[in-house]
């Protein structure tokens, strides 16, 4: 069974920069599409940023040029490295696996 557990939520100010990582067991990290997922309230979840198996990037264009999602296989873990944040990219983050495969979420909030 493939259970995501994301971490690295906060609030920080407009322009900083936070980490998010994503923890997963019982599965081969470059054998997997792996992405990161935002849904800010009444809005609908919104694919951030994803990797294929092996390894090719795509970003959503609000994205673009701030976030940057990882991986590592060893410590079976997946990142997104987010710059730049803006009030706006302010919404609950979801590690997903498989297509199939959510985590519980963590909140990101960027606000004065």
């Known amino acids: 069974q493939v259970q995501p557990v994301e971490s690295g939520g906060g609030l920080v100010q407009p322009g900083q920069s936070l980490t998010l990582s994503c923890a997963v067991s019982g599965i081969i990290f470059n054998r997997n599409f792996m992405g990161w997922y935002r849904q800010a309230p009444g809005k609908q979840r919104e694919l951030v940023a994803s990797?294929?198996?092996?390894?090719?990037?795509n970003y959503a264009d609000s994205v673009k040029g701030r976030f940057s999602i990882s991986r590592d296989n060893a410590k079976n873990r997946m990142y997104l490295q987010m710059n730049s944040l803006k009030p706006e990219d302010t919404a609950v983050y979801y590690c997903?696996?498989?297509?199939?495969?959510w985590g519980q979420g963590t909140q990101v909030t960027v606000s004065s």
């Open positions: 990797i294929s198996g092996v390894g090719n990037t």
């Open positions: 997903n696996i498989g297509g199939t495969k």
